[in-house]
Each structure stands twice: as structure tokens, then as C-alpha cells.
């Protein structure tokens, strides 16, 4: 391998250049065995056959692949969440309906409670 920043030679199988520190441009990688090379005239991989791709469209295909995965996580967890939820309150409507019941005030204590006295002066509102 020839480094494109000093021009000196040096293996391959170094991810930075030995003489000046420049990275080693990984020109071509392959998606199924990640087959790794640097000659630009490569098209396919000489390990599997498979058609060889650029760096940035590997990385960009594994955060795809990554993200997918993660939304169907999220999914299931969320569908079994709710699930759960379903077993737990199977007449949803009715509990709802009487939390509502249950914490209605009546007119006389809002009024109380909107009347809250500070330092002597009644203050209005929340």
C-alpha cells in the first residue's frame, strides 16, 4: 500500500499510515463476508463474489440495518406493553368513568379552593 498523504510504502493490514499517521483509506468493503480493500479497480469480492461497496455506503447500510432492528424492539415491546395493560384493566371504559366520578368536586369546596387567602387578601385563580 502506497500512502496518499507521504507516498511511503507500508502494509495493508494497517489501519493508519506507520510514517505520517494518515488513515488508510478503505476504498471498497464487502457486505456479506466484509472482505476489506484498497485497490479502487476491484468490483467484486475475491472471497465470496459478492459486488464490493464504498466505506460510507457500508456504514450508512449497518445504521439502517441497526435502526430497523431497533424499531421492531420497540414495536414488540410496546405491543406486549399494551397487552399487559389490556389483561390488567379489561373494561377500560368503566374504570375511567369512575375516576372522573370520584375526583369531581363539588361546587362549594371549588370555591373554596379558588378563594385561597395570602397575607390577608384573597387571591383568585391557580
Given at each position: ?24 483509506p478503505i ?40 435502526e430497523y ?58
Amino acid at each position: 500500500m502506497i500512502c496518499p498523504n507521504c507516498e511511503k510504502h507500508y502494509s495493508e493490514e494497517f489501519n493508519f499510515c506507520p510514517y505520517c499517521g494518515k488513515k488508510n483509506p478503505i476504498f471498497k468493503i464487502c457486505p456479506i463476508c466484509e472482505y476489506k480493500t484498497y485497490d479502487k479497480e476491484f468490483m467484486f469480492c475475491p472471497e465470496c463474489g459478492k459486488e464490493l461497496i464504498s466505506e460510507m455506503e457500508y456504514k450508512l447500510q449497518l445504521i439502517s440495518e441497526i435502526e430497523y432492528e431497533l424499531k421492531q424492539e420497540i414495536e414488540k415491546e410496546f405491543l406486549r406493553k399494551d397487552e399487559e395493560r389490556k389483561k390488567r384493566n379489561p373494561e377500560k371504559k368503566e374504570s375511567t368513568s369512575k375516576n372522573i366520578s370520584s375526583s369531581t368536586v363539588s361546587a362549594e369546596t371549588y370555591r373554596k379552593m379558588k378563594n385561597v387567602k395570602i397575607s390577608g387578601k384573597a387571591k383568585y385563580g391557580w
